[in-house]
């Protein structure tokens, strides 16, 4: 079985400050794991995504995540936040290997005050 | 490159119908997934489907269906409409069974 928590379901920032959005997992094996963002009445769009090698992945609009195994986590970051930030963001996860089904967190809302 | 293509984007039925939705995934992929996304549930996957065949499958009942043609389109069908089906319903391609995902913008459903 594979699962993922995302703490915090709404997080306010800054205009300039530092953005971290936490992922933590489970899963029985290897994972790769996903992080989206889906502005309001649209899809979810790939922020960035780890599957084996760096364990520091970057991804499209400033963001990076760390695969930290012994901590089972794959929490967001951007050094500094943009009003174009706001937005939903979700962890994903599945197991590596064929065939598997993609388990998202609840996600986080992101806030930017000016 | 086209994207995920879903249509129609809004759709408002009443209780008791049915509905399908469609999904044109980007050229090449092979895989379309469905997932339905609600403010309470978040978002729940409801089936993938690969060359034509079925290879995942989610929580919901029966009412909720798919199908996959040869030239990778896939429809999703929900009959006995019910006020809870009233949701984002998001689809999404991925090239082999692999790779991740890209999703369509979603078609919004609402059941009155």
């Known amino acids: 079985a594979q699962s993922v928590t995302q703490l915090g379901s709404h997080v306010s920032v800054s205009e300039g400050a530092l953005v971290l959005l936490r992922c933590n997992y489970s899963s029985s094996v290897p994972p790769y794991l996903f992080w989206y963002v889906q502005y309001p009445n649209q899809g979810l769009q790939l922020l960035l995504k780890y599957t084996t090698g760096a364990t520091l992945v970057k991804g499209i609009n400033g963001f990076e995540a760390e695969f930290k195994k012994s901590e089972t986590s794959f929490h967001l970051t951007k050094p500094s936040a943009h009003m174009s930030d706001a937005a939903e963001y979700f962890c994903a996860v599945r197991r590596s290997g064929g065939y598997q089904k993609v388990t998202f967190g609840t996600g986080t809302k992101l806030q930017v005050i000016p | ?112």
């Open chain 2, 1 to 112: 490159k086209a994207g995920v293509t879903q249509t129609p984007r809004y759709l408002i039925k009443t209780r008791g119908q049915q509905v399908t939705l469609s999904c044109s995934p980007i050229s090449g992929h092979r895989s379309v997934s469905w997932y339905q996304q609600t403010p309470g549930q978040g978002l729940q996957f409801l089936f993938e489907y690969f060359s034509e065949t079925q290879r995942n499958k989610g929580n919901f009942p029966g009412r909720f269906s798919g199908r996959q043609f040869s030239n990778s389109r896939s429809e999703m069908n929900v009959s006995t409409l019910e006020l809870g089906d009233s949701a984002l319903y998001l689809c999404a391609s991925r090239r082999t069974e692999r790779t991740e995902a890209f999703f369509g913008q979603g078609t919004r459903l609402t059941v009155v």
